[in-house]
């Protein structure tokens, strides 16, 4: 599908489904460095001194994710394939917002990640640094809003980027 920008430049469209997948791989690997695994001398997995279930990679424990609603269909799809693909690992998720899950979860280490749908602020850093909380950043998909403006206006004929944020 071709698409015209504000300027007439064409583009073609992505699909949310296409992102999702692209993102998928890289959430999972953030999900599995999580988690890590130990090896023994002769870089076999360690065991846990637990049994470990037929079928079972022996991953297991629990992953907490909170923050942005606008990322929360990416962490609930991210927590499906985890769960299969880890069966003895549970991942709950929860729409806190991303300055909420911040605040009220990942700073005081409550949770294990926070899906924020912007960067890190200063003081949500200060406020992790003061619990031993290390954030790390990785962007896993960006998004976008469209300023449409109607052929009736007669009153905004270009508008800059600080202009659009102040409104």
């Known amino acids: 599908m071709m698409r015209r920008d504000q300027f007439g430049r064409s583009f073609e469209g992505v699909s949310r489904r296409n992102v999702l997948t692209a993102t998928s ?11 890590g695994s130990e090896t023994s001398s002769d870089d076999e997995p360690a065991g846990n001194g637990q049994d470990e279930t037929e079928g079972s990679d022996g991953l297991s424990g629990e992953i907490t994710i909170t923050g942005s609603s606008t990322v929360y269909p990416i962490s609930e799809e991210m927590k499906t394939r985890f769960m299969e693909k880890h ?3 549970t991942v709950t998720v929860d729409s806190t ?7 009220n979860h990942f700073c005081p280490g409550d949770s294990d990640i926070n899906a924020a749908s912007r960067p890190v602020k200063d003081a949500e850093k200060t406020h992790c640094s003061k619990n031993d909380v290390t954030p790390v950043e990785m962007r896993i998909a960006g998004d976008a809003l469209t300023m449409a403006v109607s052929t009736e ?5 270009c508008l800059s980027f600080d202009q659009l944020a102040q409104i």
Request: hydrophobic share 40%.
């Open 87 to 89: 069966p003895d690992v």
């Open 25 to 35: 791989g890289v959430t999972a690997a953030a999900f599995a460095g999580c988690l």
């Open 97 to 103: 917002g991303s300055g909420g899950g911040f605040e």
């Open 153 to 157: 206006n007669t009153w905004a004929n």
